[in-house]
């Protein structure tokens, strides 16, 4: 308690004693912590705050897969380029890039010539926890005027060979889906399919127009097929085609460092706006 003299008037300031004031606080957390009742008479469940910060601090992780490798050369151009050392250049450019700006993770399936079979990068894109996952590719054709980049997304029609993946690998976050009923095995794998196909097709969307920016594209830019890297149920995945080793015009430009930047840079300013437009 204390007294304070204001002109003709006196305040008294009333303190309670340290154990009350202890008690008061501890009373106050209870009241916070205690579980909410339903009207049911059932504890509502309280989930763990999770940390704003860290949630925000933390970066997206990006896998890049630069497609064949070691024995497996890929397409080959008139020239003599192998596709496989192509994607390589390029997904190393790509990762500079990303890694440039301080908001990325940025993984490698591949950081040499040396060939990882297909599941093999899908697993390496799950383990490192991708938010996003980038194969990069070189085509080729038989008629030698076709030229253009494209990008693909999983097929529908795919759906069934990547729930037979799920089953076979154990996948969906931990949950041992050889221990539950049937209908829960497929709920989950396909909650967790709509969510990341959707999320696929929302990025290639983005990124059509901006590679349009800065190369030619076929017509019918975004693909679906049923490849084997797009697999994955929790990982939003592209395959992009950066142009045809078997046109001449298109196998200079793959060769090009200053080309490759921009393909690059393109693909790198649509990951921004990607997750730009999920975090709204």
Do not use: C
Not at 5 to 31: D, K, M, Y
Not at 78 to 93: D, N
Not at 138 to 149: Q, Y
């Amino acid at each position: 308690s204390g007294y304070t003299h204001s002109g003709t008037h006196t305040i008294v300031t009333l303190r309670l004693p340290i154990g009350a004031q202890r008690a008061e606080v501890a009373a106050t957390q209870a009241v916070e912590t205690a579980p909410r009742i339903s009207a049911r008479g059932i504890p509502i469940p309280r989930l763990k705050p999770r940390s704003v910060k860290a949630v925000k601090l933390r970066k997206k992780t990006i896998v890049i897969d630069p497609g064949h490798g070691g024995y497996d050369p890929g397409a080959l151009g008139k020239g003599g380029t192998k596709e496989k050392s192509v994607t390589l250049r390029a997904a190393k450019e790509l990762k500079k890039q990303l890694e440039k700006t301080g908001r990325y993770s940025v993984v490698l399936t591949r950081d040499n010539d040396v060939f990882v079979e297909l599941d093999e990068r899908v697993r390496r894109a799950r383990r490192a926890k991708a938010d996003l996952f980038i194969s990069l590719h070189a085509d080729s054709a038989g008629r030698s005027t076709t030229r253009g980049a494209s990008v693909y997304t999983i097929a529908d029609h795919a759906r069934k060979r990547s729930t037979r993946l799920v089953n076979s690998q154990n996948w969906i976050l931990d949950v041992d889906l050889n221990s539950t009923p049937k209908d829960v095995d497929d709920i989950l794998v396909d909650l967790a399919q709509r969510k990341t196909f959707s999320q696929s097709s929302a990025f290639a969307d983005i990124l059509v127009p901006e590679l349009a920016k800065v190369t030619d594209v076929l017509g019918n830019t975004h693909r679906r097929a049923g490849l084997f890297v797009l697999l994955a149920p929790d990982v939003p995945a592209v395959l992009i085609e950066m142009g045809f080793l078997s046109n001449n015009k298109d196998e200079k430009l793959l060769n090009s460092a200053a080309d490759r930047r921009r393909k690059m840079g393109a693909i790198a300013t649509s990951i921004d706006r990607y997750f730009a437009e999920v975090e709204k």
